[in-house]
């Protein structure tokens, strides 16, 4: 069974710029969430999908990131105008009802 | 509210010496479960343990053991003749489970263990 896979693993943007990561989660899993880490604190919640729709997105900062799910399958966090208290890493993770999160390897984001 | 302490930010002992890892939480619900997780350097998050709140065995596994203690909100784990590859930042976390399909979980700041040879 293949994990939750992100995509890319590393980016460096500049300040401004707009950059998208990419989660796959891993297959039938219907809860997807989004997490991250800046400046060496602790892991936030983002936001939570259930399927296409999302479930809880109270833990997104601020509106210049947008978090997609068409489908219900993969998922989408774009960061547009980046700025440089969004450097960190991004993970995402994925689960079926009631069950453990399954995470990602982190997608590193470095805004210059 | 829900939140997740871990008042050791840094920890720096000798291979082979053992090395308890702090973890207190808060929570209203009755029903939560508690997890540790694993940050090596190479980035991605490693699932250790999941306990739900109903169950305060203590458990072992291999070199790895977490006390769970309801009376002191605590869920530390001790990691016995450590070594070198331990070298990592753990995190506790806590989850609430309600009605909804699932929920989301609350980190703590996570703690830098460094294991010196």
């Known amino acids: 069974e293949a994990g939750v896979t992100q995509f890319p693993s590393h980016s460096v943007i500049e300040k401004g710029q707009t950059v998208t990561l990419r989660c796959d989660p891993i297959s039938g899993h219907d809860n997807l969430y989004w997490y991250r880490r800046v400046m060496g604190k602790e892991i936030k919640f983002l936001l939570h999908f259930v399927k296409e729709s999302k479930q809880d997105e109270s833990g997104m900062p601020n509106n210049r990131f947008l978090a997609e799910r068409t489908g219900g399958t993969y998922s989408t966090l774009k960061v547009q105008p980046a700025e440089l208290e969004d450097s960190g890493v991004y993970f995402c993770?994925?689960?079926?009802?009631?069950?453990?999160?399954?995470f990602g390897e982190g997608s590193w984001l470095t805004v210059v | 509210a829900q939140k997740v302490t871990q008042a050791q930010t840094e920890i720096s002992v000798v291979e082979k010496e053992d090395v308890t890892l702090d973890c207190v939480y808060e929570t209203r619900d009755t029903t939560y479960y508690l997890f540790w997780y694993k940050q090596p350097p190479s980035g991605e998050l490693v699932f250790l343990i999941r306990?739900?709140?109903?169950?305060?065995q203590n458990e072992i596994s291999g070199r790895y053991s977490w006390n769970f203690q309801k009376s002191t909100s605590s869920f530390n784990f001790t990691i016995t003749a450590s070594q070198v590859v331990d070298s990592a930042v753990y995190f506790c976390a806590l989850s609430e489970e309600g009605y909804s399909s699932a929920s989301k979980i609350i980190f703590g700041s996570g703690t830098r263990l460094s294991i010196r040879p």
């Open positions: 993770a994925s689960s079926q009802v009631r069950q453990g999160l399954h």
């Open positions: 306990r739900n709140s109903f169950d305060e």
